[in-house]
C-alpha cells in the first residue's frame, strides 16, 4: 500500500498553515512522498485510434495505409511497398471501418462483435483507467495528440451522439459520487482554459479576456498552477456539460475575434475531485487534466525554414517543447543521461509537469488518419506516441494537508474545551486563561466553518449561475423553433454550429456596434460598425450591405439587398461564415453537415473560376482521370491548399489595410511543369504575389512563408487592437525588419521557356522563337534563341557534319554554342518602367546556373549572349538528355533597389579555350579508369596472360577463315551475282547522305511552320476591339492560318518526294527494279 501524501493544492487556501502541528504533518507528509517516490513507478500507457477517411480523402481516391492486430500497428509507405513499419501500444482502436450509424446517430459496430472501435470501447479501456485512478487518488493525465482533423477532439469531446471522453467520464464520475455517497463526502472542480500563442485564456470566465493572458504561478507545494482561473463547483454531468458547451462557445467567438485558428490552440480540462473519507477523517483528491493539444503537424517548420522571419514565436513553443520534454523523459527511462527536461519552457509543459515524469496516471491517445496522403503526418504521430510510452511516472495518492488541519483543529478544540471545563473549576483565578483559550477556540472553529463553508456556498453560487445557462439555452431552444438564425461555420468541426444570431421580424442591424436597440452584434476582420442588415418582413428574410462592408452569399459578392433561402452561405467581412437556417417549416430532414467549412470556401474559389476541372485542364499524359473519373491526388491537394489560402489571404489583405501597411496579397496557382525539363510534369503548387500599392513592387511567397507570417501579423494585429484600446505596451513602431508585411526586394522568376536539345544530337543548327510562359501562362515575353553546333573553336559547323545517327557522338567530343539575341515584349517591364530582366539556365549537369548581365527599363532588350559548352567525351546519358528534353530559360524580373543574379564559378568546369564543361561525371569515369594505375598494373599481368591465350586462339581462327573465303568465292564465281551485290554496299554512304540532305531541307522548312505556328498562337485580338476590328482580327486569322498550312503541306510533299526518289534510286542501283 502507498502511503497518503501533500496535495497539490486545489481550493484557494482559505487557512495558513499556521497552527506547528499541521506543519509538522505537512512535512511528515512530504517525507513520505520522497519515499514513495523511490517506490512505485508507471509507464505512461499509449493508445492508437485511426479514423474514418474524410471527405477529402475519399475524394481523393484515398487508400488506408494503417492496419492493425491486437495492439500492432502497421503503416505503409504509399511510395514504398516493401517497407511497412510495425509498432506496438498498450491499445489500438480501429474506428475507420466495420461501422454503421444507428437513429440516434450512434456509430456502432456493423456487426455485434466487429472489431469496429466506438466511443464506448475507448472509455472502456482509457476512461476506466482515469476514472479510477482519480477515485483512487491519483492525478490523471489524458492527452489527445495528432494532426489536426485526424480525430483528437472526436475522442476527447466527440460529436452530437457520439459522446469523447470527458463527458463520458464525468457522467460515471458523478454516478461513482453516488454509489460510495455514504462512506465519503465528494467535491467536484471543473476549470477550462486554452493556451494559445502562449497566452493562457479563462474558458469559462465572464469577465472579459485580460491583455497577455491570466499568468501562471509556481508555488512550492502546489506546483505550477494557473492564477484566478475560474473553478466551478459541480454536482452532476449535465452542469459539466453545460460549462463545456460554454467553453466552447468562448473559444469559438475568441477565435473570430481574434482570427486565431483553433488548431494551433491547446484546449485544457482540469477536473478536480476531493474526497472527504469521515470515518477515516481522511482527505484524497486529485487534478485530473483532460487536454486537446494543438494539431501536431505544426511542430515542423513545413519548409518556412526558408523565410528571413523565424516562425511565429510562440505559434507552436508549447508544442515543440512538449516534444521535447517528452524525448528527454523517454532517453532517460532508458538509462540516457539526462541533465535538464525543458518544463519551464512553455505554459503547456508548466502545467503539464506532474503528469510528464511526475505524480499522475498518464494516457495519451494518439490519433491518426488512415490515408495514404497522411503518411508522413501518421508516421510522426507514431513515433512520438513511441517515445510517449517509455515515459516513467511517479504517481501517488494525494491526501490533502486541509483536511489534516481540520482534524487537527478539531483535536486541539477538543482538548481546549476540557482545559475550559478544568478552568471552570478551578475559580476565579484563571478567568485571563479562559478568555484567551476561548478566543482560541473561535478562531478554530471560524477556520474550520471556513473551510467546510467554502464548497457549500461556492456550490449554490455555480448552481445560481448553471440554471441561469439552463434558462439561455431553453430560451435558445425556443426561439429555434420560432424564427430563422444565422448559424457560426468553424474550419474546425468542433466550433462550428456554436453561435447562433436570431433574426425576429423588423429590420435587424448586424455589426460590430452592440450599443444599437435592434442589433446583432458580431466581431471579426473586416466587419464594420454597421455592416449590414436583416430583415424579417412577413417571414421573409432578406439581407442588404451596407456601404463598404463586404457581403458574400453563396460565394458571390452582393451590393443589393438578397431574399435569403434556407441553408444559404454568408460571408461577412474577411471570414466571418455563417449558415442561415430559414422558418422552421422550411426545413426539411435535410443534412447540414455537408455546408461545412470546406464547402463554403470551394464555392467561393469556383466563383473566381477555380475548381477541380479547371485544374485539370491540360491532363497529363496518358493520364486515365477521364477514364476513372478520378481527380489525380496532387491536383486535389492544390485546390485544398487554395482553398485553405483563400479565407487567410483575405484576412492578410484586411490586416495590411488596417495597420496601413500598403500591401495587397493575392493567391496564384503556378504551374510548375514550366521548370521542368521534360516538360510534362503536371504539378502544380501555390504561391501568394504580394504588391505594393503604391510602386509595384512584387513579391513572391511560397505557401509556407506565407502560413508563418500570416501567424506573425495576426500577433502584430492583435498588439494594434490592444494598443488601440489602450490596453497594449504602446512601444515602438516594428523596426522593417521585423516587420512581417515586409521582406527586401529579390529578383521574381517571372516564367519559363523551353529550348528542345533534340537538334544538337543530329548536329544540326536551331534558332527559335520562344515563347516565356508565366506560371500561370501569360506570355512574359518572347526570346530570340539559338543552339548552333561548332568545331572546339567556336567556328560554325557546316551540313555535311550533321549526323543520320546520333550515336555517332557517343564518346566522341561535342561543341556548341548557346545564342540569346533578343527579348521582346517583356510584359513586366512594360508595366513598370524602372525593371529590368536577366536569363537564367543550367545546362544538363552543369553546376551552376549561369544568368546573362542584367538588362534595364526596356521592352525589348538586347541580350547579344554567346555561352560555347562542350562535352569532351559524350555520354550516353547526355545523348538521352539531348534527345529528350529541353533547356529551360528562366526569365527574372528585376525591380528597383534589388541584387541582381550572378553566375557563380563556384565547381564550374572550364576548357582550355574557355568553354562550359558538360558532362562531366562521364569524363570523370574515363579519368579515374586512366588515373588508377596501380590497380591497372597489379591485373597487367593476368591480362598479358589472356592476351597470350587470345593470340593463339587468333591464329587458329586466321587459317580457318582463310580456308571459309577460298571456299566462298568459288561459290559466287558460280552464281554469277556477285559484281552487282558488291556495288550495293559500295553504294550505301551516298544513299545515306542524300537522306541526309532530304532531311536537312525539311528540317529548315519546318522551322519556318514552326515560326509561322508561333505568329498565330501570339495573334489575338486587342482587349476593347469592336466588332469591325473583330472582323478584320478574324481575316487576319484565316490569312495566316492559310499560310501556315501551306508551308506545312509543302514541307511534308518536299519530304516525301524527296525520300521516293531515294528510294526508287537505291532499288534501282541494288537491281531489284531493272
Ligand atoms: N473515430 C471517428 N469516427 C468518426 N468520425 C470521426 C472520428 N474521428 C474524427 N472524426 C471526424 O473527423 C473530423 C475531424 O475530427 P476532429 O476530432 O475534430 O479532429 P481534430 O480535433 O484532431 O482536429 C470531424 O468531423 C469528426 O467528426
Ligand atoms: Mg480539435
Redesign the pocket.
Known sequence: MRKPVHSIEMQPRAVGVRCPKARASLEQAVMRAKAADMAGKDCVKVAV?V??F?KRERDAGSRCVISMTSNTITIQDPRNGQNPRSFCFDYAYW?HSG?TRDRSGL?VAEEPGGRYADQGSVFQDLGEVILENALQGYNATLL?Y??????????MVG?GA?KGLVPTLCDRLFQAIRTNEDSRQCQVFFSMLEIYNEQVADLLSRASRCPGGLRVREEQQRGFYVEGLRTVPCENASQVEQLMEQGTRTRTTAATHMNANS?RSHMLIIVQLKQIFCKESITKQSNIYLV?LA?SERQRASGSEADRLKEGTAINLSLTTLGHVISALADAAVGKKVVHIPYRDSVLTKLLQSALGGNSRTVMIA?LSPADICYEESMSTLRYAERAKRIQNRPVVNESPTERLVKELKAENARLMQRLSRLGHEGRRAEDNTMELRRLLTHNELQIRAIQTLWEQHLQEALKDCELQYASITQERRMMQMYPYILNINE???LSGVVKHFIQDGDWDIGLADSLTRSISIKGLGIQEQHAVFSNVQRRVSLSPLAGSKVIVNGTIISQKTELQHLDRLILGSNSTYLFIGYPSERGGEDWSRYDYDYFQSELAAAEGIHIPSLCEEPAQGDSMASTGQTDPSLLAVFYDYIKLMPMVSEANQMSQELHKGVEFKLEIKNLALSDSKGHDLEKEIAVRVTSLENKQVWLWSKAKFVNRKFLMEELYQQHIADLKGEGAGGEPLPRDRDPFWDPLEPLLLGTAHLWLQSLAFRIALEEQLEVLGSEGTEEAILQAKLLPCTTNGLPLGEDDILIDPSELLRRRLDFQLVLDQCCGLRWVKQAKNRGVQIGFRMFDSAQPIYTPAVWHNVNPLLDQRVHFTSLYTSQTLLDHLQTSALVLELWGLQEGCRELLSSMEGVRMSPEGCFIIDHAETLETAKTVDSGSELSCSLSALQQDVQELRSSNAALRTENNTLREQLNTARNESGRGPSERRGSSLRPSCDAEFARALKVFYHSMTSVRGQLQRLRRHRPSEDSDMLSLRQFVDEQTGLLRDFSELLEQSVSSLKQDVAAIVRRKRERSGIWP
Do not use: E
Request: no cysteine; hydrophobic share 10%.
Open positions: 485510434r479514423r474514418p474524410n474506428s461501422f456509430y489527445a495528432g494532426q489536426t482533423g485526424s480525430g483528437k477532439s472526436y475522442s460529436y457520439n488548431s486537446d494539431g490519433t474546425d468541426a468542433q
